[in-house]
Nanobody
Framework: QVQLVESGGGLVQAGGSLRLSCEAE????????IGWFRQAPGKEREFVAA???????TLYADSVKGRFTISRDNAKNTYLQMNSLKPEDTAVYYC????????????????????WGQGTQVTVSS
């Protein structure tokens, strides 16, 4: 079992920055892929970014490329640095973990993830 706890959400003006954190606890393995997803009101949950924690390979949604950066530390934390935020980035952001993703290109699909955090709200005002 893996438990995920997100933090770092909040209210920011358009053009501002936020850094989200995802801490993984429990029976984590070196094969973990951590993904960030978001869900806006009335919309489906969508992929944002993912990282293979062992080798550091990353994947981004086109909508956030060049603005968001996913990274990890040597402990159990994964980060999502969000710059140049736009009102359309407003959503609940979730981190998710998978031990089954073999290629980073798979990481955009929700079906690979077995563990999810509770989510953190990000609101970008115009």
């Amino acid at each position: 079992q893996v438990q995920l706890v997100e933090s770092g959400g909040g209210l920011v003006q358009a053009g501002g920055s936020l850094r989200l954190s995802c801490e993984a606890e429990g029976q984590t393995s070196s094969r973990l892929t951590i993904g960030w997803f978001r869900q806006a009101p009335g919309k489906e949950r969508e992929f944002v970014a993912a990282i293979n924690r062992r080798i550091g390979s990353t994947l981004y949604a086109d909508s956030v490329k060049g603005r968001f950066t996913i990274s990890r530390d040597n402990a159990k934390n994964t980060y999502l640095q969000m710059n140049s935020l736009k009102p359309e980035d407003t959503a609940v952001y979730y981190c998710a973990a998978s031990e089954r993703v073999s290629l980073i290109s798979w990481a955009a699909s929700r079906g690979w993830y077995d563990y999810w955090g509770q989510g953190t709200q990000v609101t970008v005002s115009s």
